[in-house]
């Protein structure tokens, strides 16, 4: 199983402000939308409450909470739970937020980025890891936008 880390981050790491995005790109939305689809995703609980607890249509949603359950998602109590029922999948993609980017970094084995350009105010970051581009990832990939540039790196 491949697991794939997905975020959109501006210069400083900013990924979240207040429990939301600081910012709205569609063609983000879209960028995020086509990479995951078909593929489980996993969380942790304050992005789902961000998604209202409404699932996202055409891909297995799985919830990390220590503290709710619900009856329309899976959720489970640690990632190591969420990995091994996932075990058979092609691939996996780590959604977010800040807490479940923090713990799961070390075992992705992709990152895909968008690089916001802007600077944005925020609370939550994604995990440092540009000073390791070079050692341990390495970018493969590349699409540049105006206000934002889409990346894809991989563990060497
Ligand atoms: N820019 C992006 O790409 C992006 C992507 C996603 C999210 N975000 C932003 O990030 C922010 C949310 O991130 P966050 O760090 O506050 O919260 P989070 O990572 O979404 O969720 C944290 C919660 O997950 C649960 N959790 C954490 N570690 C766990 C573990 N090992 N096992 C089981 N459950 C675990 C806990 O839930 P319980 O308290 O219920 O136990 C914890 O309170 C928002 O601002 C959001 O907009 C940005």
Same mark, same amino acid.
């Given at each position: 199983m491949k697991l794939v880390l997905i975020a959109a +981050?501006? $210069?400083? &790491?900013? *990924? @979240? !402000? !207040? @429990?939301?995005? $600081?910012? +709205?790109?569609?063609e983000d939305l879209k960028?995020?939308?086509?990479?995951?689809? =078909? %593929? $489980? #995703?996993?969380? =942790?609980?304050?992005?789902?409450?961000? &998604? !209202?607890?409404? /699932?996202? /249509? @055409?891909?297995? !949603? #799985?919830?990390l909470t220590r503290s709710k359950s619900y009856d329309h998602v899976k959720s489970f109590k640690s990632i190591d739970e969420a990995l091994v029922y996932l075990k058979d999948s092609e691939k996996v993609f780590i959604i977010g937020g800040?807490? *479940? %980017?923090?713990q799961t970094i070390d075992r992705a084995d992709e990152l895909i980025i968008t690089e916001i350009k802007k600077k944005f105010e925020g609370d939550t970051f994604f995990p440092e890891y540009r000073d390791k581009i070079g050692s341990i990832w390495e970018e493969y990939w590349r699409e540049e936008h105006k206000e934002f540039d889409f990346v894809k790196l991989r563990k060497v």
């Open positions: +981050h501006d $210069p400083n &790491l900013v *990924i @979240g !402000n !207040n @429990g939301e995005l $600081p910012w +709205h790109y569609s960028f995020f939308k086509k990479q995951t689809m =078909g %593929y $489980p #995703i996993v969380m =942790g609980r304050v992005v789902f409450e961000e &998604l !209202n607890e409404k /699932p996202l /249509p @055409g891909r297995e !949603n #799985i919830v800040g807490e *479940i %980017y923090k």
